[in-house]
């Protein structure tokens, strides 16, 4: 995700960030990391239909609806365009499939992009969860490429633009998924 694309306020990428971060970690049943020596280099989160939740926090809860209600005035036309885009575009999909659960987060530390790392994580969910069907949402501002290169099938793509703070953003949103 490159928040930066979006706002170069250093507040608002560290809310945003942060919002994102406990929001996706707050809904995930698996949380895999990879490491090199000590250091996190990868992190992928998923949501799946049936298991514990991974992460359970008070404060993250609190965290979040209190980022949500800032965000709801700081980029009115923003943030509930792309929501509403995934939902509409997630609601056609379950009409004809019955998913599995979500992939919320995959990331690679800038520095460790294709070295492997981002396939060793979706590698790991897929042993973990082998033969169920999962979904996910990006976007034209992310890698999405990554994604075509595995095996996904894109099942949705809209066109939108957010307004966020006089700036008018055009962005596809996509909708990938995979039977592991």
């Given at each position: 995700m490159g928040v930066r694309n979006y706002t170069d306020k250093p507040d608002e990428i560290n809310l945003y960030s942060k919002y994102f971060?406990?929001?996706?970690?707050?809904?995930?049943?698996?949380i895999i990391a990879a490491y090199?020596?000590?250091?996190?280099?990868?992190?992928?989160?998923?949501?799946?239909?049936?298991?514990?939740?991974?992460?359970?926090?008070?404060?993250?809860?609190?965290?979040?609806k209190?980022?949500?209600?800032?965000?709801a005035v700081m980029f009115r036309g923003g943030a509930n365009t792309y929501s509403?885009?995934?939902?509409?575009?997630l609601s056609e999909f379950i009409k004809n499939n019955h998913p599995d659960g979500e992939m919320?987060?995959?990331?690679?530390?800038?520095?460790?992009?294709?070295?492997?790392?981002?396939t060793i994580l979706l590698n790991e969910?897929?042993?973990r969860e082998k033969g169920k069907q999962i979904y996910l949402f990006t976007d034209s501002g992310c890698t999405y490429q990554f994604y075509d290169k595995r095996g996904f099938t894109k099942e949705a793509e809209r066109d939108?633009?957010?307004?966020?703070?006089?700036?008018?953003?055009?962005?596809k949103c996509f909708l990938y998924s995979k039977i592991l």
């Open positions: 971060w406990y929001m996706e970690l707050s809904r995930s049943t698996q090199e020596g000590d250091d996190p280099v990868g992190v992928l989160l998923a949501d799946m239909k049936g298991e514990k939740k991974a992460y359970t926090s008070v404060r993250a809860k609190i965290f979040i209190t980022a949500e209600l800032l965000m509403e885009t995934n939902e509409s575009m919320g987060f995959l990331a690679v530390e800038p520095g460790h992009n294709g070295k492997g790392i981002g969910l897929a042993e939108i633009v957010l307004n966020l703070h006089e700036k008018k953003i055009p962005l």
